[in-house]
């Protein structure tokens, strides 16, 4: 048994607009991961109660994701914990994830604690923007990686990228990310070593299979 931290965002609000995590993005890895008999903690940027963007709420996907609804609830604050004890950190999205991921300390720290020890570090869409300036042994987490999340053509697509403080896949490439790209809104995951990474909300579970095969083979 791994035991994998989830890391949501706390943020509701995107320059004026209303916004949280992508409920699904959570909610398919948290049953996956559940299922497969690992050990999940859920925290968030402030703990508490987690937003979730209303735009992905979708009724008929709610029955199957109460376990994970509740797990929603009351989260610990990611400062809270101390991710060097976690064998995997994953981060969905959500356009909040933009807001409170980038240049916090908490969210570099689990990266790196995580990717030291030779763990996976995994993310989802939006999630990736906790790569964003994260800087490891002197030079940024995603350069020379092949990775992915919301690509600038998806945010495009969305009508917020004038809301959006920047663009994910500009942000990552001028990294040095290698950032691999397939059709909008269509299912593709990307695995680099210890890093996966999936580009939309329908990556979701793809994601979160690549993430326990990798656990299969560290066990």
């Given at each position: 048994?791994?035991?994998i931290?989830?890391?949501?965002?706390?943020?509701?609000?995107?320059?004026?607009h209303?916004?949280?995590?992508?409920?699904?993005?959570?909610?398919?890895?948290?049953?996956?991961?559940?299922?497969?008999?690992?050990?999940?903690?859920?925290?968030?940027?402030?703990?508490?109660?987690?937003?979730?963007?209303?735009?992905?709420?979708?009724k008929?996907?709610?029955?199957?994701?109460?376990?994970?609804?509740?797990?929603l609830?009351?989260?610990?604050?990611?400062?809270?914990?101390?991710?060097?004890?976690?064998?995997?950190?994953?981060?969905?999205?959500?356009?909040?994830?933009?807001?409170?991921?980038?240049?916090n300390?908490?969210?570099?720290?689990?990266?790196?604690a995580?990717?030291?020890?030779?763990?996976?570090?995994?993310?989802?869409?939006?999630?990736p923007?906790?790569?964003?300036?994260?800087?490891?042994?002197?030079?940024?987490?995603?350069?020379?990686?092949?990775?992915?999340?919301?690509?600038?053509?998806?945010?495009?697509?969305?009508g917020?990228?004038?809301?959006?403080?920047?663009?994910?896949?500009?942000?990552?490439?001028?990294?040095?990310a290698?950032?691999?790209?397939?059709?909008?809104?269509?299912?593709?995951?990307?695995?680099?070593?210890?890093v996966?990474?999936?580009?939309?909300?329908?990556?979701?579970?793809?994601?979160a299979?690549?993430?326990?095969?990798?656990?299969a083979?560290?066990?």
């Amino acid at each position: 048994m791994a035991r994998i931290l989830i890391v949501s965002t706390s943020a509701d609000d995107m320059n004026g607009h209303k916004t949280g995590l992508w409920f699904e993005e959570f909610a398919a890895p948290y049953n996956l991961f559940k299922d497969a008999g690992h050990e999940v903690t859920v925290t968030s940027i402030k703990g508490g109660d987690v937003p979730i963007d209303k735009a992905s709420i979708v009724k008929e996907i709610l029955p199957k994701f109460q376990d994970a609804r509740r797990a929603l609830h009351d989260t610990k604050a990611l400062a809270e914990v101390d991710p060097s004890s976690f064998d995997a950190v994953y981060f969905p999205g959500g356009h909040g994830a933009v807001v409170d991921f980038p240049n916090n300390p908490q969210v570099a720290g689990a990266i790196e604690a995580v990717i030291k020890k030779d763990g996976i570090v995994a993310s989802v869409c939006h999630g990736p923007a906790a790569f964003a300036h994260v800087m490891i042994d002197g030079k940024p987490f995603v350069s020379g990686r092949q990775i992915n999340g919301f690509t600038d053509e998806e945010e495009k697509s969305t009508g917020l990228e004038d809301k959006v403080p920047f663009l994910l896949e500009t942000t990552l490439r001028g990294e040095g990310a290698t950032f691999l790209t397939s059709d909008a809104g269509k299912e593709f995951a990307v695995i680099d070593g210890n890093v996966v990474t999936g580009q939309n909300p329908a990556s979701s579970e793809a994601v979160a299979k690549l993430v326990l095969a990798k656990l299969a083979t560290q066990a």
